[in-house]
Protein backbone atom coordinates (compact mmCIF):
# COMPACT_ATOMS: atom_id res chain seq x y z
CA UNK A 1 0.00 0.00 0.00
CA UNK A 2 1.51 3.50 -0.97
CA UNK A 3 2.00 5.60 1.92
CA UNK A 4 -0.17 8.36 0.02
CA UNK A 5 -2.52 8.07 -2.88
CA UNK A 6 -3.49 10.35 -5.58
CA UNK A 7 -5.75 10.72 -8.24
CA UNK A 8 -3.83 11.60 -11.49
CA UNK A 9 -6.38 13.30 -13.62
CA UNK A 10 -6.06 14.97 -15.72
CA UNK A 11 -8.55 17.73 -14.94
CA UNK A 12 -9.20 20.24 -17.15
CA UNK A 13 -11.21 23.41 -16.37
CA UNK A 14 -12.28 26.60 -17.42
CA UNK A 15 -10.24 29.47 -16.46
CA UNK A 16 -11.84 31.63 -13.59
CA UNK A 17 -12.85 27.95 -11.83
CA UNK A 18 -12.47 26.55 -8.85
CA UNK A 19 -10.29 23.51 -8.44
CA UNK A 20 -9.75 20.84 -6.37
CA UNK A 21 -7.18 18.91 -6.12
CA UNK A 22 -6.99 16.04 -3.49
CA UNK A 23 -4.96 13.40 -1.52
CA UNK A 24 -5.68 10.14 0.88
CA UNK A 25 -2.55 8.84 3.12
CA UNK A 26 -2.18 5.43 4.92
CA UNK A 27 -0.35 6.36 8.37
CA UNK A 28 -1.88 9.06 11.52
CA UNK A 29 1.91 9.60 12.21
CA UNK A 30 2.17 11.79 9.50
CA UNK A 31 2.58 15.07 10.37
CA UNK A 32 3.36 17.66 8.03
CA UNK A 33 1.91 18.03 4.23
CA UNK A 34 2.77 19.67 1.52
CA UNK A 35 1.88 20.79 -1.90
CA UNK A 36 4.67 21.32 -5.20
CA UNK A 37 3.67 22.44 -8.36
CA UNK A 38 5.60 21.11 -11.15
CA UNK A 39 5.61 22.51 -14.70
CA UNK A 40 6.35 20.05 -17.59
CA UNK A 41 10.20 19.22 -17.63
CA UNK A 42 10.76 20.93 -14.59
CA UNK A 43 11.57 20.63 -10.61
CA UNK A 44 9.14 20.82 -8.00
CA UNK A 45 8.29 23.53 -6.18
CA UNK A 46 6.85 24.01 -3.03
CA UNK A 47 3.77 25.60 -3.16
CA UNK A 48 2.05 25.10 0.32
CA UNK A 49 2.52 23.51 3.60
CA UNK A 50 0.63 22.95 6.60
CA UNK A 51 0.76 20.99 9.92
CA UNK A 52 -2.10 21.08 11.45
CA UNK A 53 -5.97 20.27 10.71
CA UNK A 54 -8.18 23.20 9.33
CA UNK A 55 -7.27 25.71 6.14
CA UNK A 56 -4.43 27.47 5.58
CA UNK A 57 -5.02 30.57 2.56
CA UNK A 58 -2.31 32.01 1.30
CA UNK A 59 -3.88 34.15 -2.06
CA UNK A 60 -5.87 32.42 -4.90
CA UNK A 61 -4.13 29.05 -3.14
CA UNK A 62 -5.93 26.97 0.26
CA UNK A 63 -4.45 24.59 1.62
CA UNK A 64 -7.01 21.84 3.88
CA UNK A 65 -6.45 18.86 6.10
CA UNK A 66 -8.58 16.86 7.55
CA UNK A 67 -6.13 14.40 10.01
CA UNK A 68 -9.27 12.28 11.08
CA UNK A 69 -9.93 11.52 7.68
CA UNK A 70 -6.60 11.20 6.03
CA UNK A 71 -7.56 13.55 3.68
CA UNK A 72 -5.94 16.56 2.26
CA UNK A 73 -7.23 19.06 -0.13
CA UNK A 74 -5.43 21.97 -2.50
CA UNK A 75 -8.22 24.66 -3.88
CA UNK A 76 -7.30 27.36 -6.51
CA UNK A 77 -9.78 30.07 -6.77
CA UNK A 78 -9.96 32.15 -10.18
CA UNK A 79 -7.50 29.51 -11.63
CA UNK A 80 -5.70 31.02 -14.04
CA UNK A 81 -4.01 29.25 -17.44
CA UNK A 82 -0.52 30.00 -15.64
CA UNK A 83 -1.97 27.26 -13.13
CA UNK A 84 -1.65 24.66 -15.85
CA UNK A 85 0.91 22.23 -14.27
CA UNK A 86 1.24 19.07 -12.16
CA UNK A 87 0.50 19.30 -8.33
CA UNK A 88 2.14 17.05 -5.78
CA UNK A 89 1.27 16.32 -2.73
CA UNK A 90 3.91 15.35 -0.26
CA UNK A 91 3.65 14.15 3.42
CA UNK A 92 6.49 13.46 5.83
CA UNK A 93 6.34 12.13 9.85
CA UNK A 94 7.67 13.84 12.98
CA UNK A 95 10.44 10.89 13.31
CA UNK A 96 12.38 11.44 10.22
CA UNK A 97 12.39 14.88 8.36
CA UNK A 98 13.73 13.48 5.75
CA UNK A 99 11.76 10.86 4.11
CA UNK A 100 9.12 12.77 2.22
CA UNK A 101 6.23 10.73 0.62
CA UNK A 102 4.64 11.88 -2.52
CA UNK A 103 1.85 11.63 -4.23
CA UNK A 104 1.48 10.66 -7.63
CA UNK A 105 0.55 13.91 -8.77
CA UNK A 106 -2.89 15.42 -10.89
CA UNK A 107 -1.78 17.48 -13.81
CA UNK A 108 -4.10 20.23 -14.02
CA UNK A 109 -4.94 22.13 -17.72
CA UNK A 110 -6.49 25.50 -17.53
CA UNK A 111 -8.19 26.26 -20.72
CA UNK A 112 -8.43 30.03 -21.29
CA UNK B 1 15.79 25.70 -10.04
CA UNK B 2 18.34 28.27 -8.56
CA UNK B 3 21.22 27.08 -7.40
CA UNK B 4 20.70 23.78 -8.09
CA UNK B 5 22.45 21.85 -11.38
CA UNK B 6 22.02 18.23 -12.46
CA UNK B 7 24.42 16.98 -15.23
CA UNK B 8 23.75 15.54 -17.18
CA UNK B 9 20.28 16.93 -18.15
CA UNK B 10 19.62 13.98 -20.87
CA UNK B 11 21.32 10.25 -21.19
CA UNK B 12 20.80 7.12 -23.10
CA UNK B 13 22.83 4.30 -22.13
CA UNK B 14 22.65 0.58 -22.46
CA UNK B 15 22.02 -1.68 -20.08
CA UNK B 16 24.82 -3.11 -18.11
CA UNK B 17 26.66 0.40 -18.31
CA UNK B 18 27.80 2.48 -15.12
CA UNK B 19 26.40 5.38 -14.92
CA UNK B 20 27.05 8.52 -12.56
CA UNK B 21 24.98 11.38 -12.04
CA UNK B 22 25.86 14.87 -10.81
CA UNK B 23 24.22 17.20 -8.52
CA UNK B 24 26.08 20.72 -7.71
CA UNK B 25 24.58 23.45 -5.57
CA UNK B 26 25.83 26.67 -4.95
CA UNK B 27 23.36 27.22 -1.72
CA UNK B 28 26.19 25.31 0.96
CA UNK B 29 22.97 23.22 1.99
CA UNK B 30 24.04 20.81 4.33
CA UNK B 31 21.25 18.45 3.05
CA UNK B 32 21.02 16.68 -0.35
CA UNK B 33 18.69 14.17 -1.86
CA UNK B 34 18.44 12.23 -4.56
CA UNK B 35 14.84 11.30 -6.20
CA UNK B 36 13.47 9.30 -9.00
CA UNK B 37 10.00 10.38 -10.81
CA UNK B 38 7.88 7.35 -12.92
CA UNK B 39 4.36 7.76 -14.15
CA UNK B 40 1.94 6.27 -11.43
CA UNK B 41 4.90 6.75 -8.53
CA UNK B 42 5.80 10.51 -8.27
CA UNK B 43 8.81 11.48 -6.85
CA UNK B 44 10.45 8.40 -4.70
CA UNK B 45 13.37 8.88 -2.51
CA UNK B 46 16.47 7.00 -3.17
CA UNK B 47 19.13 8.13 -1.09
CA UNK B 48 20.01 11.45 0.98
CA UNK B 49 23.07 12.95 2.87
CA UNK B 50 22.80 15.04 5.60
CA UNK B 51 26.92 16.24 5.56
CA UNK B 52 30.08 15.52 4.39
CA UNK B 53 30.67 11.41 3.53
CA UNK B 54 27.30 11.25 5.48
CA UNK B 55 24.00 9.52 3.90
CA UNK B 56 21.49 7.16 4.21
CA UNK B 57 19.18 4.99 2.23
CA UNK B 58 15.79 5.64 1.31
CA UNK B 59 12.00 3.93 -0.42
CA UNK B 60 14.44 3.03 -3.34
CA UNK B 61 17.79 2.38 -3.30
CA UNK B 62 18.30 -0.76 -4.50
CA UNK B 63 20.82 -0.49 -7.60
CA UNK B 64 22.22 2.56 -6.29
CA UNK B 65 24.94 4.30 -4.73
CA UNK B 66 26.23 7.62 -3.76
CA UNK B 67 28.82 9.68 -2.69
CA UNK B 68 29.48 13.13 -1.29
CA UNK B 69 32.72 14.42 -0.85
CA UNK B 70 32.37 17.55 -0.93
CA UNK B 71 28.95 20.33 0.23
CA UNK B 72 28.18 21.14 -2.81
CA UNK B 73 28.40 17.94 -4.68
CA UNK B 74 26.40 14.91 -4.57
CA UNK B 75 26.56 12.23 -6.94
CA UNK B 76 24.20 9.20 -7.96
CA UNK B 77 25.75 5.78 -9.53
CA UNK B 78 24.38 3.10 -11.19
CA UNK B 79 26.87 0.19 -10.89
CA UNK B 80 25.27 -1.83 -13.85
CA UNK B 81 21.89 0.03 -15.38
CA UNK B 82 18.65 -1.63 -16.37
CA UNK B 83 15.80 -0.49 -17.83
CA UNK B 84 13.56 -0.23 -14.96
CA UNK B 85 15.89 2.14 -13.87
CA UNK B 86 15.06 4.68 -17.52
CA UNK B 87 13.69 7.47 -15.17
CA UNK B 88 13.56 11.01 -14.63
CA UNK B 89 15.95 11.93 -11.77
CA UNK B 90 15.78 14.87 -9.28
CA UNK B 91 18.51 15.98 -6.97
CA UNK B 92 16.91 18.39 -3.97
CA UNK B 93 18.47 20.41 -1.08
CA UNK B 94 17.27 21.46 2.02
CA UNK B 95 19.43 24.16 4.67
CA UNK B 96 17.67 22.05 7.74
CA UNK B 97 16.93 18.69 6.54
CA UNK B 98 15.34 16.75 9.40
CA UNK B 99 13.43 20.18 10.88
CA UNK B 100 12.00 21.39 7.68
CA UNK B 101 9.47 20.89 5.22
CA UNK B 102 11.21 22.87 2.61
CA UNK B 103 13.07 21.09 0.07
CA UNK B 104 14.62 23.09 -3.02
CA UNK B 105 14.62 20.70 -6.72
CA UNK B 106 17.06 20.92 -9.23
CA UNK B 107 15.74 21.10 -13.50
CA UNK B 108 15.96 17.03 -13.61
CA UNK B 109 17.86 14.34 -15.33
CA UNK B 110 16.25 12.24 -18.13
CA UNK B 111 17.85 8.75 -18.41
CA UNK B 112 16.91 6.09 -20.97
CA UNK B 113 18.86 2.35 -20.18
CA UNK B 114 18.08 0.89 -23.61
Not at chain 1, 53 to 60: H, I, Q, T, V
Not at chain 2, 53 to 73: A, F, I, L, N, Q
Not at chain 2, 75 to 98: H, K, M, N, P, R
Request: charged content about 20%.
Amino acid sequence: QKEVEQDPGPLSVPEGAIVSLNCTYSNSAFQYFMWYRQYSRKGPELLMYTYSSGNKEDGRFTAQVDKSSKYISLFIRDSQPSDSATYLCAIVGRDNFNKFYFGSGTKLNVKP
Amino acid sequence: DAGITQSPRHKVTETGTPVTLRCHQTENHRYMYWYRQDPGHGLRLIHYSYGVKDTDKGEVSDGYSVSRSKTEDFLLTLESATSSQTSVYFCAISAQGGQTYEQYFGPGTRLTVT
